[in-house]
């Protein structure tokens, strides 16, 4: 099991974060250069607990889907997307907000499992965690830079 855990601060409401943090057509813009989109279940606007998405997008020079349901939700403070299908063995990403001094602190912690045993463990180790922890690093400084631009 690999483990990314990131933190992000954003000067905006906790509200507004919590939103576009589960926000699918936020999401596509976020990593639009892998071409992401969502291809079934909840396809635009805010997901909510118990329902899914199905993302399709072009990782590694192929297209690959991904179906995650929302597992557990707290609004504003948490959520958590789980993968029903896709390429990992397994995959649960927790949102997490809390709020200290008027800043927020966005924390992503996420677990996945490989495939493909001494193979998708190298592949992990030599490229995929390094990958993942920079696609969402980048779509985390994009959900700053919108909410920050645009804070109430």
């Known amino acids: ?29 976020s990593i639009s250069k892998s071409k992401e ?29 991904h179906k995650s349901l929302i597992t557990e939700m707290e609004i504003p403070n948490y959520f958590v997307d789980e993968m029903t299908e ?24 996420i677990q996945y499992e490989t495939p ?3 193979f998708g463990k190298l592949f992990d180790k030599l490229i995929l965690k390094n990958y993942l922890t920079n696609l969402i690093k980048e779509r985390n400084d994009f959900v700053k830079n919108l909410a920050e631009e645009n804070k109430s």
């Open 116 to 118: 493909f045993g001494i």
């Open 86 to 109: 896709g390429c990992f063995k397994s995959f649960k990403h927790q949102h997490i907000f809390t709020e200290e001094n008027g800043i927020i602190i966005m924390k992503d912690e």
């Open 37 to 65: 989109t969502a291809i079934d279940g909840i396809t635009t606007g805010l997901i909510n607990i118990d329902e899914t998405v199905t993302w399709r997008g072009k990782h590694f020079g192929i297209y690959l889907t």
């Open 1 to 29: 099991m690999t483990t990314i855990n990131l933190t992000t601060k954003i000067n905006a409401p906790l509200q507004t974060v919590f939103d576009l943090n589960r926000n699918i057509d936020i999401h596509k813009l």
